[in-house]
């Protein structure tokens, strides 16, 4: 867990309870239909976020930052926004100088953009890559700069231009790089069992 995500535990205490969804369908969608009948779409998914007693939603890493009207309504309703950056389920060319300074790019341009925003809760740094290192082992070079850039260089970047908002390197998360990741005690976790089917969905209640 990052440093600034810890202090988010020590200033505002353990006790604000997420109940969180992802955007992940809402972003299918954006890849059909004109940006009218989106805005439409989105007030009703934030209707039905309130509707169902959830205070959070998560922009997951694998979809699109969301538009400016979707954090207006966020900061309007009251609901909190966990922010991916755009960055899920596989190796990415960090250690590439061009590639990694592209992406520097993308980070100051959305870190300014949405920094201000009241709602936004939390920085993630991607979804669901450091749980892929397994598949990975003659990767080393990725891996190593996967470690370099979630856990050192990005939020470095993102402090220059957002100094309180707390950052958690990726999701899930354990208690360092590449240890603990599937644990229930720290970060958060991923439970693929109910995801894939192969679990019922009181096996949440096990595990929590």
């Given at each position: 867990?990052?440093?600034?995500?810890?202090?988010?535990?020590?200033?505002?205490?353990?006790?604000?309870g997420y109940h969180c969804s992802n955007t992940t369908y809402y972003n299918l969608?954006?890849?059909?239909?004109?940006?009218?009948?989106?805005?439409?779409?989105?007030?009703?998914?934030?209707?039905?976020?309130?509707?169902?007693?959830?205070?959070?939603?998560?922009?997951?890493?694998?979809?699109?930052?969301?538009?400016?009207?979707?954090?207006?309504?966020?900061?309007?309703?009251?609901?909190?926004?966990?922010?991916?950056?755009?960055?899920?389920?596989?190796?990415?060319?960090?250690?590439?100088?061009?590639?990694?300074?592209?992406?520097?790019?993308?980070?100051?341009?959305?870190?300014?953009?949405?920094?201000?925003?009241?709602?936004?809760?939390?920085?993630?740094?991607?979804?669901?890559?450091?749980?892929?290192?397994?598949?990975?082992?003659?990767?080393?070079?990725?891996?190593?700069?996967?470690?370099?850039?979630?856990?050192?260089?990005?939020?470095?970047?993102?402090?220059?231009?957002?100094?309180?908002?707390?950052?958690?390197?990726?999701?899930?998360?354990?208690?360092?790089?590449?240890?603990?990741?599937?644990?229930?005690?720290?970060?958060?976790?991923?439970?693929?069992?109910?995801?894939?089917?192969?679990?019922?969905?009181?096996?949440?209640?096990?595990?929590?």
């Amino acid at each position: 867990m990052s440093e600034s995500y810890k202090a988010m535990c020590r200033d505002y205490g353990t006790e604000l309870g997420y109940h969180c969804s992802n955007t992940t369908y809402y972003n299918l969608i954006r890849l059909y239909i004109q940006e009218i009948i989106l805005l439409n779409i989105g007030c009703y998914m934030l209707d039905a976020v309130q509707f169902s007693n959830m205070n959070m939603i998560r922009v997951w890493g694998g979809g699109y930052y969301e538009s400016e009207e979707c954090y207006d309504a966020c900061d309007e309703r009251g609901i909190l926004v966990w922010q991916d950056f755009q960055f899920a389920c596989q190796a990415y060319p960090f250690f590439d100088d061009a590639f990694l300074e592209n992406v520097k790019r993308e980070v100051e341009y959305n870190v300014k953009r949405l920094c201000n925003h009241p709602s936004l809760a939390v920085w993630n740094g991607n979804n669901e890559i450091e749980d892929m290192h397994s598949a990975w082992m003659y990767m080393t070079k990725y891996v190593e700069w996967t470690e370099k850039f979630f856990y050192h260089i990005l939020e470095a970047e993102i402090r220059k231009y957002d100094k309180s908002t707390p950052y958690t390197p990726t999701s899930p998360v354990g208690e360092k790089h590449n240890y603990g990741v599937g644990s229930d005690n720290v970060g958060d976790t991923h439970l693929w069992a109910v995801w894939h089917g192969l679990k019922p969905m009181n096996y949440y209640r096990k595990r929590m």
